[in-house]
């Protein structure tokens, strides 16, 4: 008769890399908020990335809501769309996040 043998799987848990406030069972690194906030960033990310392409191929222009994009006096039109220039710095801040999250370091090179 063989003996019956009892084995226990351990499982390990670690502190979440990004809050260190739950505990999160190994491979995993990150909490479910935490997860849950990283995927709402990227689609974040994702979303104004596909908007600055379309600015940036001119596929729309970005005016003020009602105007039709034609200008309606005051200050000159700059000779840059502002809107886009805040879209891609947004993007920006959206990637140095999750570069910080991922665990490397920015390089504003």
Do not use: F
């Not at 990004?18 to 479910?32: I, M």
């Not at 809501?65 to 200050?75: A, D």
């Not at 840059?80 to 947004?90: K, R």
């Amino acid at each position: 008769m063989v003996p019956y043998s009892t084995t226990c799987a351990v499982i390990t848990t670690e502190p979440c890399q990004y809050c260190g406030s739950q505990q999160v069972e190994a491979p995993g690194t990150l909490c479910q908020d935490c997860r849950r906030q990283y995927a709402k960033t990227l689609h974040n990310l994702r979303r104004n990335m596909q908007l600055s392409q379309r600015v940036a191929r001119h596929e729309y222009k970005l005016g003020e809501p009602g105007t039709g994009g034609k200008p309606q006096g005051g200050e000159a039109p700059a000779p840059v769309n502002m809107h886009a220039i805040d879209l891609l710095g947004e993007a920006e801040s959206l990637l140095q996040d999750a570069w910080y999250d991922a665990g490397a370091v920015w390089s504003d090179r």
